[in-house]
């Protein structure tokens, strides 16, 4: 158990609506992570926040979004949806103290599939 | 272009043989360089780092890299695989350089298939 906890586990919707996915870092952990997973993509980066503040943006769409909570928790926002952001999407965290790298634990993922 | 490669999609070996998995890195400064593991229907889970020091690391499940510098290669290796070795294993690299953040750039796995 890497002690981050996603939610829901599976999330069955249509297209052109809307999702939230949840992401509860380790305790003591002010990163967190979100990735894409897909067959054809791979592991692909989407957004990083650090103690509340966006950090780092990657392959992120105009249609998703995130944020951070004081309490570190995220969530993951995916609007209008479409077939192809059907995915596994994963949460991670880590500790990123200034000046110190430190490796990322992975959550289970949600799996989410557009219809 | 900075890049994470893992040439073998599949591999399959003998449970007992021993086991390479390889993974090279495209990156102006040495990264940082981790490999995961990936369960069916599981997460991620980090089977060891290589930050920097000793280029040998060995990590959990009876796991090691090497990192050679030269060669932008951080490879695995396990002297005995054992049937539940068998998933999907993960390279990834942490860019050097603030401007990264920390965050992973993976390669696209590879398979291991464990043969009784």
């Known amino acids: 158990d890497s002690g981050v906890t996603q939610t829901p586990k599976h999330l069955i919707t249509a297209t052109g609506q809307r999702v939230t996915l949840r992401c509860s870092p380790r305790s003591g952990d002010l990163s967190v992570y979100w990735y894409q997973q897909s067959l054809d993509q791979g592991l692909q980066f989407l957004i990083q926040y650090y103690n509340g503040e966006e950090r780092a943006k990657g392959n992120i769409l105009e249609r998703f979004s995130a944020q951070q909570f004081p309490d570190l928790h995220s969530e993951l926002n995916l609007s209008s949806l479409e077939l192809g952001d059907s995915a596994l999407y994963f949460c991670?965290?880590?500790?990123?103290?200034?000046?110190?790298?430190?490796?990322?634990?992975f959550g289970n993922g949600t799996r989410l599939t557009v219809t | 272009a900075q890049s994470v490669t893992q040439p073998d999609i599949h591999i399959t070996v003998s449970e007992g043989a021993s086991l390479e998995l390889r993974c090279n890195y495209s990156y102006g400064a040495t990264p940082y360089l981790f490999w995961y593991v990936q369960s069916p229907g599981q997460g991620l889970q980090l089977l060891l780092k290589?930050?920097?020091?000793?280029?040998l690391v060995q990590g959990i499940k009876g796991f090691e890299a090497e990192f050679k510098r030269s060669q932008s290669s951080f490879n695995l290796r396990k002297p005995s695989v054992h049937w539940s070795d068998a998933a999907e294993y993960f390279c990834a690299v942490a860019p050097a350089g603030v401007e990264y953040g920390n965050k992973l750039v993976f390669g696209a796995g590879t398979i291991l298939r464990v043969k009784s």
């Open positions: 290589y930050f920097s020091g000793d280029t």
């Open positions: 991670a965290s880590s500790v990123d103290a200034p000046g110190r790298r430190s490796p990322l634990h």
